[in-house]
């Protein structure tokens, strides 16, 4: 997508760990409050953040903006398109003396956002290329340890469903004797929130290693795992305190599964129906109630 206004803090988020010290101070600082990053002067925001103007510049351009000013204005944009302060409020974070019903709410609007913000900067091009290479692939191969490994578990049934010879792998060891099997025109998929997890990133070097395409999973374009990736295709969740954020980071990942399948299968419409079918008919008198036939 191209509207980088909006999505600033989104993006700000996703490179956050890839910049220098310096920069990175200056990053939490807008992300802690984009209204007020829009409303400083340069001058003010490098005083706040305990570094220079040059830092405050470099970092702009590391995010994409020639400098502070184009920063301020993409800045004063999202938050005017974020609308009241209500909204503004629940993004934040949750404190100590949050009551029951902010925290219900922060977590509901962070776990939306998180879906709505993925979607929106999806690279669809990333996303084409991913459905394209299983729709011819012979075998694909899934790597996730924990709660990626969940997501990586989901993927596995759904391309089941519709008749793909697909594997999830969530011990290390077994991804790796699974991936070092794997050959030209197979998949291998990674699933990390943080794209750093070395068990995660050994299973698709390995992968890679072995010529299979390989696919990054990830809410860092810039991290170890995204390197590996010949396709990359990046969530857009948020970390909170009491790691709410971790559900979010599990929904945005889900969100991306579930546009790489509905992608394939209505790539491959006849086979996936037929197969769809089959496995609802297999199980269809397992529910109360039901008798086979019926």
Same mark, same amino acid.
Do not use: N, P, Q, T
């Given at each position: 997508m191209a509207d980088t206004e909006l999505r600033t803090t989104v993006r700000i988020r996703a490179l956050l760990p890839s910049l220098a010290p310096a920069e990175r101070r200056v990053a939490e600082r807008v992300l802690a409050d984009p209204a007020a990053a829009a409303a400083s002067t340069i001058t003010s925001l490098a005083h706040e953040c305990a570094t220079s103007e040059t830092t405050v510049i470099r970092f702009c351009r590391a995010v994409g903006f020639t400098g502070y000013p184009g920063l301020r204005l993409a800045l004063a944009a999202e938050q005017?398109?974020?609308?009241?302060?209500?909204?503004?409020?629940? =993004?934040? #974070?949750?404190? =100590?003396? #949050?009551?029951l019903d902010k925290v219900v709410g922060k977590i509901a609007f962070a776990d939306a956002r998180a879906v709505e913000e993925t979607a929106e900067q999806l690279d669809l091009d990333a996303l084409h290329a991913v459905i394209e290479a299983l729709v011819t692939a012979p075998r694909v191969d899934v790597y996730g340890v924990g709660a990626s490994g969940f997501v990586a578990l989901d993927f596995q049934q759904k391309l089941h469903r519709i008749g793909r010879v697909a594997f999830a792998w969530t011990d290390p060891h077994i991804a790796l004797t699974s991936a070092a099997l794997l050959t030209p025109g197979d998949v291998a998929v990674a699933i990390s929130h943080s794209g750093a997890t070395q068990d995660t990133i050994d299973a698709l070097q390995l992968a890679r290693g072995t010529g299979a395409t390989t696919v990054a999973v990830t809410n860092f374009p810039r991290s170890p795992l995204a390197a590996l990736g010949d396709h990359v295709l990046t969530t857009a969740a948020r970390e909170t305190t009491f790691r709410s954020g971790a559900t979010a980071s599990r929904l945005a990942q889900l969100t991306v599964v579930d546009c790489v399948f509905v992608g394939l299968a209505q790539r491959t419409y006849e086979s996936s129906q037929r197969a769809l079918e089959l496995t609802h008919d297999a199980v269809a008198d397992r529910r109360v109630g039901r008798k086979a036939g019926r």
């Open positions: 005017g398109r974020s609308g009241a302060g209500d909204a503004r409020d629940l =993004a934040g #974070d949750i404190v =100590a003396d #949050d009551d």
